[in-house]
């Protein structure tokens, strides 16, 4: 008998919009979970990121190995249709605005009544009480909110969010996190489960570290932080290189990697707090250096002498890599009528168990199929991705 | 803002919202230059570093809780940019965030929430010193595993 996937034989109901609750269903569903996405009205990633054949790239990478039925919950023939679906899940997933989903008629406390084994993960930007109670929030927001900008973005022209997107799969990491967890518990006590997850709760622990000093009495970090020195992305003669020293030892075979022997012997650079203290200083000295020959000089140069270092691929260069599809961190994901797209793969692998196949549902693919045999509907979609 | 920066969002269908806005803050003339492409203006696209110094003027005379107010009552999303400080010190963070400051002490816990009970806080402490609980551990440990 082959093997499956940990969570083959969980059934998710997915309500959510935009990043934060489709990505995490759709790690469920990579995990063995039969997921099914109710297409909210207010689908706002189908209107406003680049469109590609009908549909949009982010929610179809969002989106991956999830099925997908269009209702209308203010019809009751519809809403009934939902219901058939949740009533038989084991995991629901929604985040509208705190309280939508109650006022939609699918909250917690009807769902739970209704279906008393499900795990029921509401999300929010930030959360069902206090002063921001029910204020809207996507990506950019809470990076800003969270104090991610301002340790993270770029500063010359203002404060600026980093990139699009992050905190929101963070977010739903968490989520399936959390999921996961309930789904354990709910083994040794058979009562729904309610969670709460907020991208604030999510955005300051994806900060943490950075956090750390200052919430142990330290100062407060800024945007220039770091924890070692050197560390960064330094320009060589044609392309910048990434080159982390950690501690002494290193710095020394960085230092004779690079001829500066001149640099270690510098009481400014001796040991890691002054080379901290001084690393503007320090910046400026490597950079001069390695600016002298190409990236491949270096990178060769300093693997041989055990120095951590990585050319700064821009994203074709990294997509294009051969160890990106060696290891399988890159797929091709398929989307009914649309062709192939280009998508990250889930990050794991389980021994002997293969992978799910990369797909990405059409909005409302599985309508038909829910209205046709409602009854059988969780058990006809498993049979398909069989 | 002279105190720093806010976002301001308006979702796809509030262009009506958004021109209003910009009648408040004297951007009548920016408003009827980009037309159509309105919403280009305000999300993440490429032409929001364009837009961004008309924004910038015409609110740098609001703090930046004047202006989340102000794009708030038109509808739009806005919330201030904040420092570490702010933030872990900010009413909403000692509901929800996983880092935050609150009777004087650093506390940390899970992002979520279980059945709506806050998951348990504990005071902020630093790591322990490599191997502090070595003899713990190995004190518990069966008779003959500890060698």
């Given at each position: 008998m082959s093997?499956?996937?940990p969570?083959?034989?969980?059934?998710?109901?997915?309500?959510?919009?935009?990043?934060?609750?489709?990505?995490?269903?759709s790690?469920l569903?990579?995990l063995?979970?039969?997921?099914v996405?109710?297409?909210?009205p207010?689908?706002f990633?189908m209107y406003?990121?680049?469109?590609w054949?009908?549909?949009t790239?982010?929610?179809?990478a969002?989106?991956?190995n999830c099925r997908?039925?269009?209702?209308?919950?203010?019809?009751d023939?519809?809403?009934?249709?939902?219901?058939?679906v949740?009533?038989?899940?084991?995991?629901?997933l929604?985040?509208?605005?705190?309280g939508?989903?109650d006022r939609m008629g699918?909250?917690?406390a009807v769902?739970?009544?209704r279906?008393?084994?499900?795990?029921?993960?509401?999300s929010s930007?930030f959360g069902r009480?206090?002063?921001m109670?029910?204020?809207?929030c996507?990506?950019?927001h809470?990076?800003?909110?969270?104090g991610?900008a301002a340790?993270?973005?770029r500063?010359?022209a203002?404060e600026?969010?980093r990139?699009?997107g992050?905190?929101?799969l963070?977010?739903?990491?968490?989520?399936c996190?959390?999921?996961?967890?309930a789904l354990?518990?709910r083994?040794r006590?058979?009562?729904?489960?309610y969670?709460?997850?907020t991208m604030l709760?999510?955005?300051?622990a994806?900060?943490?570290t950075?956090?750390a000093g200052?919430?142990?009495s330290?100062p407060?970090?800024t945007?220039?932080?770091?924890?070692?020195a050197?560390?960064?992305?330094?320009?060589?003669?044609?392309q910048?290189?990434?080159?982390?020293v950690?501690?002494n030892a290193?710095?020394?075979?960085?230092?004779?990697?690079?001829g500066?022997d001149?640099?270690?012997a510098d009481?400014?650079?001796?040991?890691?707090p002054?080379?901290?203290?001084?690393m503007t200083v320090?910046?400026?000295e490597?950079?001069r250096?390695l600016?002298t020959?190409p990236?491949?000089?270096?990178?060769?140069t300093l693997r041989?002498?055990g120095?951590?270092?990585?050319?700064?691929?821009?994203d074709?260069e990294?997509r294009?890599h051969v160890?990106?599809?060696?290891?399988g961190?890159?797929?091709?994901?398929a989307v009914?009528?649309a062709?192939?797209?280009?998508?990250?793969a889930?990050p794991?692998d389980?021994?002997?168990?293969?992978?799910?196949?990369?797909c990405?549902p059409?909005?409302?693919?599985d309508?038909?199929?829910?209205?046709?045999?409602?009854?059988?509907?969780w058990?006809a979609?498993?049979?398909e991705?069989r | 803002m002279?105190?720093?920066?806010?976002?301001?969002?308006?979702?796809p269908h509030q262009r009506?919202?958004?021109?209003a806005?910009?009648?408040?803050?004297g951007?009548?003339e920016?408003?009827?230059?980009?037309?159509?492409d309105?919403?280009?203006t305000v999300?993440m696209?490429?032409r929001i570093?364009?837009a961004?110094p008309?924004y910038?003027?015409a609110?740098?005379?609001f703090?930046?809780a004047?202006?989340?107010?102000l794009?708030?009552?038109?509808?739009g999303?806005?919330v201030?940019?904040?420092?570490p400080?702010?933030?872990?010190g900010?009413?909403q963070?000692?509901?929800?965030?996983?880092a935050f400051?609150?009777?004087?002490q650093?506390?940390l816990r899970?992002?979520?929430?279980?059945?709506g009970a806050?998951?348990?806080?504990?005071?902020?402490?630093?790591?322990?010193?490599?191997g502090a609980?070595t003899?713990e551990?190995?004190?518990?440990?069966?008779?003959?595993e500890?060698?």
């Amino acid at each position: 008998m082959s093997r499956k996937l940990p969570l083959t034989g969980v059934r998710v109901v997915n309500f959510g919009v935009g990043g934060v609750a489709p990505f995490a269903a759709s790690q469920l569903a990579q995990l063995g979970a039969t997921v099914v996405k109710i297409e909210a009205p207010n689908e706002f990633i189908m209107y406003t990121l680049p469109p590609w054949r009908g549909l949009t790239t982010t929610y179809a990478a969002l989106n991956a190995n999830c099925r997908s039925v269009t209702l209308n919950l203010k019809d009751d023939t519809d809403r009934a249709l939902a219901w058939r679906v949740v009533e038989t899940a084991d995991v629901m997933l929604e985040n509208f605005r705190s309280g939508a989903i109650d006022r939609m008629g699918f909250g917690f406390a009807v769902v739970a009544a209704r279906n008393p084994r499900i795990v029921f993960c509401s999300s929010s930007g930030f959360g069902r009480e206090g002063e921001m109670a029910g204020l809207p929030c996507t990506d950019p927001h809470i990076q800003a909110f969270s104090g991610f900008a301002a340790l993270n973005g770029r500063s010359q022209a203002g404060e600026r969010v980093r990139y699009y997107g992050m905190i929101d799969l963070y977010t739903g990491q968490r989520i399936c996190e959390a999921v996961l967890a309930a789904l354990i518990a709910r083994q040794r006590r058979a009562q729904p489960q309610y969670i709460e997850m907020t991208m604030l709760g999510a955005a300051t622990a994806l900060l943490l570290t950075q956090f750390a000093g200052y919430l142990g009495s330290g100062p407060p970090p800024t945007h220039r932080a770091r924890h070692v020195a050197p560390d960064g992305l330094y320009p060589t003669a044609d392309q910048p290189i990434a080159v982390t020293v950690e501690d002494n030892a290193q710095f020394c075979a960085f230092c004779n990697a690079i001829g500066r022997d001149d640099l270690r012997a510098d009481s400014r650079f001796v040991t890691a707090p002054a080379r901290l203290a001084n690393m503007t200083v320090l910046d400026e000295e490597i950079a001069r250096t390695l600016a002298t020959a190409p990236s491949d000089w270096w990178l060769v140069t300093l693997r041989r002498s055990g120095v951590p270092c990585a050319r700064a691929h821009h994203d074709h260069e990294a997509r294009a890599h051969v160890d990106m599809w060696r290891r399988g961190n890159l797929r091709e994901i398929a989307v009914a009528g649309a062709g192939t797209l280009q998508a990250a793969a889930p990050p794991w692998d389980f021994e002997g168990i293969d992978q799910v196949a990369g797909c990405a549902p059409r909005p409302g693919q599985d309508t038909d199929l829910l209205r046709r045999a409602a009854d059988g509907f969780w058990e006809a979609i498993e049979k398909e991705e069989r | 803002m002279r105190d720093g920066f806010v976002t301001l969002d308006f979702l796809p269908h509030q262009r009506a919202a958004w021109r209003a806005l910009c009648a408040e803050i004297g951007l009548d003339e920016f408003a009827d230059a980009v037309g159509d492409d309105w919403f280009s203006t305000v999300g993440m696209e490429d032409r929001i570093d364009w837009a961004r110094p008309h924004y910038e003027r015409a609110l740098a005379r609001f703090t930046r809780a004047e202006a989340v107010m102000l794009i708030r009552r038109h509808g739009g999303w806005a919330v201030p940019f904040q420092s570490p400080a702010e933030v872990l010190g900010h009413p909403q963070s000692l509901l929800y965030a996983s880092a935050f400051f609150g009777d004087g002490q650093a506390h940390l816990r899970l992002p979520w929430r279980i059945d709506g009970a806050p998951q348990a806080t504990r005071s902020y402490a630093v790591a322990p010193p490599l191997g502090a609980h070595t003899h713990e551990v190995l004190a518990a440990l069966p008779a003959g595993e500890a060698s």
